[in-house]
């Protein structure tokens, strides 16, 4: 029985971490990536940065929402800590291509 | 993850905001006051009750006084963590930025100034350190505050407007974070809270306090919630924007030489020099250039004054003067213009604001609140305080809801939810109170005299949270915590007694106050007033409320002894 409840409660804490967590992530990606794609659309840096933040702020409140409505947690996590490091990881290698 | 949406919003509305409600009743609250924090300042700093001052002199004022700010020990200690090597004595750092400037509705003349650091920080993606220090100028003597004024706890602006963004919890910035996890489940609840009602515009208008307890507590929640709920989005959306740089630094930490070049080209255009030449300089008139800059609004056709003044690159011969405008006509922040500081002549003009930068100029704006217009200021008080009972009655539903079955299946699950909420709505409600009586109960040459404020807030706070949990045994049985018409109790207690110690110690009370047209402090007392009343017309409706159900249930079970001879 201990092992049960102990799944129960890791269930219950990627339940709320896939969101909170994942959605952070996803967040963190989503600023940079964005500040580079204004940039490339041609707004200036300081405005591209400003927007990004802006629509960081919805990214993440979406992002919360879809990962308590999602049926698979697991899909939550591939697709929120997926995405936020992809994300990253291109803005951090696209960002050193174009200076 | 349940069955529909709609239940899966219902379980994050429920979850999400109870682990985190208590923290936004918090926020909401001193976010509420901090609306009026030069208003508490005055009030909690007697000496300081003057009526508001403009900018005065640069040259013959302000600069003077340069030499005599020191940085702050605080900051000393936080750049020692973030750099190589020793800090230099704090004697041999001079200013090398200074920002002054003035509100609407303070007396005092508030100065920023820093301080370069030669170390280098640990951090690579970091520029250089600063170190900073503060200091406020008596426009009526030109001096710095004198009299340990300088050192006494403003309570507005130094206790409770910081509470509302960082919770006074410094250690790693956690207060920072916490607060923001709590902003975004506020945006969170809302939106799940409106999926979770389909009649949403009828809800609008429903409010049935007749009805039992369960149905008015949910429509007074709902009611609340729809009704600011523009408010309520907004000025949570604004508040994360504020900190949205440091909650996700991502541009900075990933991409961080990408955005200095950004950074130097964007400062090329503007012409203002980004770093200093290292050659000593000797700045120009200021006053000058706050002169030329006010002719020039006015020549645009929005005349005004000079709102703040900063020196960049002080003492260098690449320093700038930064003149903004006074925005008290407009919610958006400032419009500024750039002096070239060895010359006087104009540098830079920020051009009209483009889309994106006004959308968050305004945003800014509404969240720092620096304009003059009373009616919009209390109407962001009031819709702080809606925001405040829709959280409450929130707390109240979930335990109303839930208590009878907590009882039935043995679960303290509900009793302490109610202890907690107690804490975090009137247990909060006395501790403040009781800091505005200490305030001014405690001799002001007491050693520590902030410190024994800030102590008796917290400790209050802390025994109001005893004393909820002491009283909450009712609700694990299906009752009702005495708690709340108790602390109620304290509150009125307390507030009338912050106003009548007000009124002892300063002889400002509120007739004199209102008859001197002072409102920063007579509208502090009214305030507390107002809530001493409401607090004692809930303790009186609640015990009277008790003693019928105690009647009640006595009258109900001497018949049911009877019925059984039937």
Redesign the interface.
């Given at each position: 029985m201990p092992l049960e409840r102990w799944r129960h409660w890791v269930a219950l804490a990627s339940?709320?971490g896939a969101p909170?967590v994942g959605g952070y992530v996803f967040?963190?990606?989503f600023?940079?990536f964005a500040?580079?794609a204004g940039?490339w659309l041609g707004?200036?840096?300081?405005?591209s940065?400003?927007?990004?933040?802006?629509l960081?702020?919805v990214v993440?409140?979406v992002a919360?929402?879809w990962g308590?409505?999602?049926?698979s947690?697991t899909v939550v996590w591939l697709v929120l800590a997926g995405g936020g490091i992809a994300m990253?990881f291109a803005?951090?290698a696209l960002?050193?291509e174009?200076? | 993850?349940r069955e529909t949406?709609r239940q899966?919003?219902a379980?994050?509305h429920t979850?999400?905001g109870l682990a985190l409600g208590f923290l936004l009743m918090v926020i909401f609250f001193f976010g509420s006051l901090s609306v009026f924090d030069r208003e508490i300042d005055r009030w909690s700093i007697p000496e300081t009750r003057a009526p508001a001052a403009p900018l005065p002199s640069f040259d013959k004022v302000v600069l003077p006084i340069v030499p005599s700010v020191k940085p702050d020990a605080d900051d000393m200690a936080r750049a020692a963590a973030e750099v190589i090597g020793p800090l230099p004595p704090v004697e041999t750092l001079r200013a090398t930025g200074i920002w002054v400037g003035s509100n609407h509705r303070d007396p005092l003349v508030r100065m920023f100034l820093e301080f370069d650091i030669p170390n280098k920080p640990v951090d690579p993606n970091q520029d250089h350190g600063h170190v900073h220090g503060n200091t406020a100028i008596d426009p009526a003597t030109g001096q710095r505050l004198t009299g340990g004024l300088e050192d006494r706890l403003a309570i507005g602006t130094r206790f409770f407007f910081p509470m509302h963004f960082m919770l006074h919890v410094e250690w790693a910035m956690l207060g920072y974070w916490i607060v923001g996890?709590a902003g975004?489940t506020m945006?969170?609840a809302l939106?799940?809270g409106v999926v979770m009602h389909r009649r949403i515009f009828r809800e609008f208008f429903t409010f049935r306090p007749e009805k039992n307890r369960l149905r008015s507590t949910l429509d007074l929640h709902n009611m609340t919630g729809v009704l600011a709920l523009p408010f309520l989005f907004v000025i949570t959306?604004s508040g994360?924007?504020i900190f949205?740089?440091f909650y996700?630094p991502?541009?900075t930490?990933?991409?961080r030489?990408?955005?200095k070049?950004?950074?130097t080209a964007?400062a090329g255009r503007t012409g203002l020099p980004e770093d200093p030449a290292g050659q000593p300089g000797q700045l120009a008139s200021v006053d000058k250039m706050m002169s030329d800059a006010k002719a020039r609004w006015a020549e645009r056709g929005v005349p005004g004054e000079v709102g703040f003044v900063s020196v960049t690159h002080f003492g260098d011969v690449n320093a700038y003067v930064t003149v903004g405008r006074d925005n008290v006509d407009r919610v958006a922040t400032q419009e500024e213009i750039h002096f070239n500081g060895m010359t006087g002549e104009l540098m830079y003009e920020n051009p009209p604001t483009?889309p994106?930068?006004a959308?968050?100029g305004f945003l800014y704006g509404l969240h720092f609140q620096h304009f003059k217009h009373w009616g919009l200021r209390w109407l962001l008080f009031v819709g702080g305080l809606i925001g405040c009972a829709c959280i409450a009655t929130g707390f109240l539903f979930f335990v109303e809801k839930r208590k009878r079955k907590h009882a039935a299946a043995g679960s303290i699950g509900s009793s302490v939810v109610d202890a907690l909420a107690v804490t975090s709505v009137t247990g909060m409600l006395v501790a403040t109170a009781t800091m505005m009586l200490a305030n001014r109960v405690l001799p002001v040459d007491l050693p520590a005299h902030d410190t024994w404020q800030k102590s008796i807030f917290w400790f209050t706070w802390l025994a109001t949270l005893v004393h909820a949990g002491l009283r909450s045994k009712p609700v694990a049985s299906g009752g009702a915590s005495s708690a709340w018409a108790e602390q109620c109790w304290a509150v009125a207690a307390l507030a009338t007694m912050a106003v009548l110690a007000n009124w002892v110690t300063t002889g400002d009370h509120l007739l004199k106050t209102l008859s001197d047209g002072y409102w920063p402090v007579a509208g502090v007392d009214i305030v507390m007033l107002i809530a001493a009343a409401a607090a004692g017309g809930t303790a009186y409706v609640l015990s009277r409320r008790s003693q019928f159900f105690t009647a009640a249930a006595r009258e109900m079970s001497a018949p049911a002894v009877g019925s059984q001879n039937v």
């Open positions: 339940r709320f909170i967040t963190y990606g600023v940079a500040a580079l940039l707004l200036s840096f300081t405005e940065k400003t927007l990004a933040w802006m960081s702020l993440y409140l919360i929402l308590f409505a999602a049926r947690v990253s803005a951090w960002s050193r174009i200076i | 993850m949406f899966s919003m379980y994050l979850w999400l996890l975004m945006l969170a939106v799940s959306f994360l924007l949205a740089d996700v991502s541009v930490k990933l991409m030489p990408l955005e070049s950004q950074e964007e483009r994106i930068e959308v968050k």
